[in-house]
């Protein structure tokens, strides 16, 4: 049976995102080590908080010089007895149910790269077999005898602070060495804002049937604070994507977790949010409904007919157009919603 037969399924990705979104300082930096360490195969570790890119980070680093396939070891789901026979493999009737021969993720990165996600989360004992594997670049699969050899790059990526988990003891002193020879650290989304339109603009390529931003919205956007950095700027996007059937995403379109952040911003006088931009937007935000966090689908269409109008400066028509409906339904839809003087807004 040919090896490859007898390797985990795992989705190789043969065409990795290797471009860097941004300008910002902070990127042009991440941008520039990764180059650098691309060319070479020491460890890398990449650090930053969850939602910051890490995973495209290593990709890149691979995809510049490296041949062969990227492997992606998920080590906070590495628990359990299932922890070796996924990372080693095991041979046939290792176990009760080892019916044939299982090759690991160790055999499968063999002349390629291995990431190891949320390295921060293995568990010591692991971390010991761990660092005999990236020392000798031998392991022995669970039930064999004979030793087998693995060659690949190392790439580690945590959203924790190693150094103080070796103090604490929850990492070993020696593995965190072993990785910690060539580091990138991540900035947050809210420490490099100015990368957020052309963020918003990769995604909206990626998942958008011809959407746009309006000023308004890129500005709510630069304004909110990202806890989830960039995977929470991915799904927000794809969110304002699927509510809006018109192509240009407005303040009406905001998910209502960032219309009650601005909301609630606005409210608190320490907040420091105070530029006369950011009021309206507030204030235009504020006109929509109470701090419900769960809107309902009638209240997202309203926002979004108004939304329209108020963008085309109550041009019915072509509001009407924005939203993929015609000015009947767009008439209807006003009366529905009980919009006062429906005549006079155009």
């Known amino acids: 049976m040919p090896v490859w037969n007898l390797l ?15 300008n910002s300082p902070a990127m042009r930096q991440v941008q520039k080590l990764v180059g650098r360490v691309a060319k070479s195969r020491f460890p890398v570790l990449i650090l ?4 910051t890119g890490k995973e495209v980070v290593a990709r890149a680093i691979h995809s510049t010089e490296g041949q062969g396939p990227f492997v992606v070891v998920d080590c906070s789901s590495l628990v359990g007895p299932l922890m070796e026979s996924e990372l080693f493999g095991y041979a046939k009737g290792a176990f009760t149910g080892a019916h044939t021969q299982k090759l690991g993720l160790l055999d499968a990165a063999n002349g390629g790269t291995a990431f190891f996600d949320e390295i921060g989360e293995l568990p010591l004992e692991m971390q010991m077999k761990l660092l005999r594997v990236l020392q000798q670049k031998e392991f022995r699969a669970i039930g064999a005898v004979a030793q087998r050899s693995s060659d690949f790059r190392v790439i580690a ?5 190693l150094a103080a988990e070796v103090k604490t003891g929850r990492f070993r002193q020696d593995l965190f060495y072993r990785l ?9 989304l809210r420490e490099r804002r100015e990368d957020i339109p052309a963020l918003v603009n990769h995604f909206l390529n990626r998942y958008g049937n011809g959407h746009k931003a309006a000023d308004e919205t890129l500005r709510a956007l630069q304004d909110y604070e990202w806890p989830g950095n960039v995977r929470e700027l991915e799904h927000t996007v794809q969110q304002m994507v699927a509510m809006n059937t018109g192509p240009w995403l407005t303040a009406a379109d905001l998910p209502s977790a960032i219309v009650n ?11 420091g949010g105070g530029t006369e931009s950011l009021h309206n937007l507030h204030s235009h935000l504020s006109s929509f409904g109470g701090p419900s966090p769960v809107v309902p689908l009638a209240e997202v269409e309203k926002r979004a007919i108004l939304g329209a109008l108020e963008y085309t400066k109550g041009d019915r028509t072509v509001a009407a157009a924005m939203l993929g409906i015609g000015r009947t339904t767009l008439y209807r839809k006003l009366k529905e919603y009980g919009v006062p003087d429906v005549a006079r807004i155009a």
């Open 157 to 161: 990526a945590t959203n924790r602070d």
């Open 8 to 22: 985990p399924k795992i989705a190789f990705d043969v065409s990795p995102l290797s471009t860097l979104i941004g």
């Open 261 to 271: 952040w601005h909301r609630e911003q606005h409210l608190t006088p320490s907040s």
């Open 180 to 188: 910690n020879v060539m580091r990138i650290r991540l900035a947050p």
């Open 48 to 51: 930053g908080e969850t939602g």
